[in-house]
């Protein structure tokens, strides 16, 4: 039962456009989202968070949009740069099954083309 | 100030032996948890360890175990190996017990065999 979904495999967009990556979710208990972003040969690195009482928080180029009610976040880049190309995980934070548990997604894999 | 590290980086096994992966945290951090990256499952949660004792876990079978000492450093060791069990597994530190921002290591790329 996979509970978060990143159901976009691979994007690439133009150097200097818009990245868009999207997340769903199906667990109601789910209280903080994050993103990642990872390197091959390395470990993800935190990218930004956002927590379920806020529906948008912003860092430099990094936007994430939470919508409660679709169980839905979304990752915007702006604007996209080479260096932005990586695997991007979503997750999410919350009580699942008694324990306090991290679910990520599947990954996004991300190509900005010069 | 230096990050997670994970030894060994690559390791080869085959079923039926077990291993055993080392994390060190980031310094100052005290939660350490694992996961278990594949191709088709993305990183699944393992479980997170704070002074000492383990505080959460996923849903794997009791083959999967882990420890942490008062250094918080961290063991993971799987026994009986199978096939599926061959995987990237990483390590994450963060500062205490369910904080939000978590470090990652390279990981340990394990091959069963």
């Known amino acids: 039962d996979q509970q978060v979904k990143q159901n976009s495999p691979s994007l690439s967009v133009q150097e200097g456009r818009i990245s868009i990556l999207n997340c769903d979710y199906t667990?109601?208990?789910?209280?903080?989202f994050l993103w990642y972003k990872k390197y091959p040969a390395e470990g993800p690195t935190f990218l930004i968070s956002i927590s379920s009482i806020k529906d948008k928080n912003e860092d430099g180029r990094f936007t994430v949009f939470l919508n409660k009610s679709a169980k839905h976040l979304s990752l915007h880049i702006v604007p996209s740069q080479p260096g932005d190309s990586a695997v991007y995980f979503c997750a999410a934070k919350g009580l699942s099954g008694g324990y306090q548990k991290v679910t990520f997604g599947t990954g996004t894999k991300l190509q900005v083309i010069p | 100030k230096a990050g997670v590290t994970q030894t060994p980086r690559y390791l080869i096994k085959t079923r039926g032996q077990q291993v055993t992966l080392s994390c060190s945290p980031i310094?100052?951090?005290?939660?350490v948890s694992w996961y278990q990256q594949t191709p088709g499952q993305g990183l699944q949660f393992l479980f997170e360890?704070?002074?000492?004792?383990?505080?959460n876990k996923g849903n794997f079978p009791g083959r999967f175990s882990g420890r942490q000492f008062s250094n918080s450093r961290s063991e993971m060791n799987v026994s009986t190996l199978e096939l599926g069990d061959s995987a990237l597994y990483l390590c994450a530190s963060s500062l205490a017990q369910g904080h939000n921002e978590q470090f990652f290591g390279p990981g340990t790329r394990l091959t069963v065999l």
């Open positions: 667990n109601s208990m789910f209280d903080y």
């Open positions: 310094s100052g951090h005290r939660s």
């Open positions: 360890y704070f002074s000492e004792t383990q505080r």
